[in-house]
Structure formats: C-alpha cells, structure tokens
C-alpha cells in the first residue's frame, strides 16, 4: 500500500510511495525505495534516487570512489 514504511534497522527503512506524473493511469505511479537515517537526517538512498530520475530520463553519474 503507497505511504507503507517498514523500519529494517534502527537507520534504515523502505518506504513505499507514490510517484506524480501526468501521463500515467490515475496520475502517479506506485514505487518503493529506501530511506537511511544519517547525521539524525532521514535521507533517501543514491539506488532509489537515480531510480527516480531515470524515470525522467535523466542518467545518474557514476557513484564516487
């Protein structure tokens, strides 16, 4: 169901959520990903994030060494 978060760790959680976009059926697209507690910061993970903009079609650069 979109807006589950499920806690894996104490700093580390998938969400699932929903995606807005105006060509899909319903409005918005259905997707999950996973979100790390860092620095007492929720952040979303760099895997789920170039996931997103790949949907845009936007290509993540190379992770850094």
């Given amino acids: 169901m979109c807006g589950d978060i ?3 760790r104490a700093d580390e959680a998938t969400v ?3 995606v807005s ?3 899909a059926p319903m409005g918005g ?13 929720w952040v979303i993970d760099r895997v789920t994030v170039c996931r997103l903009f ?4 936007v290509e993540c650069p190379p992770p850094p060494d």
């Fill in 16 to 18: 699932r959520f929903r």
């Fill in 6 to 8: 499920t806690f894996v």
């Fill in 29 to 41: 697209i259905d997707t999950d990903g996973r979100a790390l507690l860092i620095d007492g910061r």
């Fill in 54 to 57: 790949s949907m845009a079609s």
């Fill in 21 to 23: 976009v105006t060509r």
